[in-house]
């Protein structure tokens, strides 16, 4: 499988991402976390992946299985609601 450029500026941002889960990147693009860990490798300057492999180890947001929540998406409870906001009705 080829990759674009876009394709892997995408899976470097989800990868980053606290909360898209390795299994996302998957569905999405068809890499096991493994391939993805080979692709942060290969695309980042090493000490901005071991920041990454540091920042990713054990985090449970990025493992379906490991989550909390089933469905939908995960809202912090001090998420302000931005229905009021001013600067989303410009």
């Known amino acids: 499988m ?3 450029v876009e394709d892997i500026d995408r ?3 989800m990868a980053w991402e606290d909360r ?4 996302s990147i998957h569905f999405q693009f068809g890499l ?5 860990i080979e692709l ?3 695309e980042m300057k ?5 920041m990454w492999r540091k920042r990713v180890q054990g985090r449970s947001t990025k493992h379906e299985k490991l989550r909390v929540f089933e469905k939908g998406r995960f809202k912090c409870s ?3 609601q931005i229905t009021h906001n001013k600067i989303s009705k410009r």
């Open 78 to 80: 001090r998420q302000k």
């Open 11 to 13: 899976i470097i941002e």
């Open 46 to 50: 090493p000490s901005s992946f071991r």
């Open 40 to 42: 942060m490798r290969r």
């Open 2 to 4: 080829t990759l674009t």
């Open 20 to 23: 898209t889960t390795f299994e």
């Open 32 to 36: 096991k976390e493994q391939e993805v």
